[in-house]
């Protein structure tokens, strides 16, 4: 396995401090300092969002302070990650606790998904990420 270079592990640094970060529950300001003035993430179609969606870094952050109210809980475990250069692939396995109810489960459950992420990292900031997410129905 080959030793990731120091611009490589500063980028994966960056990216899981950012996930970390979610998990406590960090809404807008906390996640602020992680993502580059013209971030933009680009969500693929999955069950929450059958038509996908990208948003700027304003509408994340907005998301991320009203995250708050729909998910509590949430824990990112990371299967594997994978670098090159600025380039971070981090694929894990997502839940929380949903605080309301959605069309596919009722507050109090517990949603999960499979995601794999590719976020660019440049000057110490994740200037974007492109997910994948495949979230799991209870039954």
């Known amino acids: 396995m ?42 693929a179609p999955h069950l929450l969002a059958p038509e996908g969606s990208t948003r700027t870094r304003a509408q994340v952050l907005a998301g991320a302070d009203q995250s708050g109210e729909v998910v509590a809980n949430q824990k990112f475990e990371v299967r594997r990650t994978t670098c090159e250069g600025g380039r971070v692939v981090l694929e894990a396995d997502w839940s929380a606790t949903v605080l309301m109810n959605l069309k ?6 517990t949603i999960r998904a499979r995601t794999s992420s590719v976020f660019e990292v440049r000057q110490g900031l994740i200037v974007s990420q492109d997910s994948y997410d495949c979230y799991y129905l209870n039954s």
Do not use: K, M, P
């Open 2 to 43: 080959a030793e990731l270079t120091s611009s490589e592990s500063a980028a994966l640094g960056c990216v899981l401090d950012f996930i970390r970060t979610l998990e406590a529950g960090g809404g807008g300001q906390a996640i602020r300092r992680f993502l580059s003035e013209d971030f933009r993430l680009d969500e």
């Open 104 to 109: 596919y489960w009722d507050a109090g459950e």
